[in-house]
T-cell receptor, first 114, second 117 residues
Framework: KQEVTQIPAALSVPEGENLVLNCSFTDSAIYNLQWFRQDPGKGLTSLLLIQSSQREQTSGRLNASLDKSSGRSTLYIAASQPGDSATYLCAVNGYGGATNKLIFGTGTLLAVQP | GAVVSQHPSRVICKSGTSVKIECRSLDFQATTMFWYRQFPKQSLMLMATSNEGSKATYEQGVEKDKFLINHASLTLSTLTVASAHPEDSSFYIC?????????????FGSGTRLTVV
């Protein structure tokens, strides 16, 4: 059974710092891995998706890496801003076609202090 | 593109009543939608996979007679919490797999905060 864990559970940093969020999964047989952002009381916004054949993806100040063999992914946020404060969730997508279901990590609550 | 609309965003109901939550794909057809439940400060737990024109597939431990799912069209799935009790109070989120390019695969609704009093 796939289990996804995120470390740290919570993180508080001053504005401008670079930071790394970690995601680990127990079954390396994944189709892809996705990082999401969730603001309090809201739905999820997709940030980055990495296919199993890829090593990393970049979007603006965000960079996500994937090491499938070791079951790890990291989300790097450069020059953090108060607007980055949110909960960040990673989710893995196993094999199974169009009805794949996402298994979510436990989340990291990020607070960027102005 | 690839917008999923969820309604209502917030609902308060009395114990014993039923509540219906709607999830609509606005600009694409979704043969499959997913319903998640999220407790405070916890991650999302998949409840069921909703399949258009057929029965939903429920995850282990989810009561299908309590959480009724109907996916009657390619753009609408509904979750009905039957005879709601305070322990059903939670945040419910739906998602759909989008075929549109650049949408990163899964699109989520904005969620429904259910409070049963």
């Amino acid at each position: 059974k796939q289990e996804v864990t995120q470390i740290p559970a919570a993180l508080s940093v001053p504005e401008g710092e670079n930071l790394v969020l970690n995601c680990s999964f127990t079954d390396s047989a994944i189709y892809n891995l996705q990082w999401f952002r969730q603001d309090p009381g809201k739905g999820l916004t997709s940030l980055l998706l990495i296919q199993s054949s890829q090593r990393e993806q970049t979007s603006g100040r965000l960079n996500a890496s994937l090491d499938k063999s070791s079951g790890r992914s990291t989300l790097y946020i450069a020059a953090s801003q108060p607007g980055d404060s949110a909960t960040y969730l990673c989710a893995v997508n196993g094999y199974g076609g169009a009805t794949n279901k996402l298994i979510f990590g436990t989340g990291t609550l990020l607070a960027v202090q102005p | 593109g690839a917008v999923v609309s969820q309604h209502p965003s917030r609902v308060i109901c009395k114990s014993g009543t039923s509540v219906k939550i709607e999830c609509r794909s606005l600009d694409f057809q979704a043969t499959t939608m997913f319903w998640y439940r999220q407790f405070p400060k916890q991650s999302l737990m998949l409840m069921a996979t909703s399949n258009e024109g057929s029965k939903a597939t429920y995850e282990q431990g989810v009561e299908k007679d309590k959480f009724l799912i109907n996916h009657a069209s390619l753009t609408l799935s509904t979750l009905t919490v039957a005879s709601a009790h305070p322990e059903d109070s939670s945040f419910y989120i739906c998602s759909a797999r989008s075929p549109l390019p650049g949408t990163y695969g899964y699109t989520f609704g904005s969620g429904t905060r259910l409070t049963v009093v």
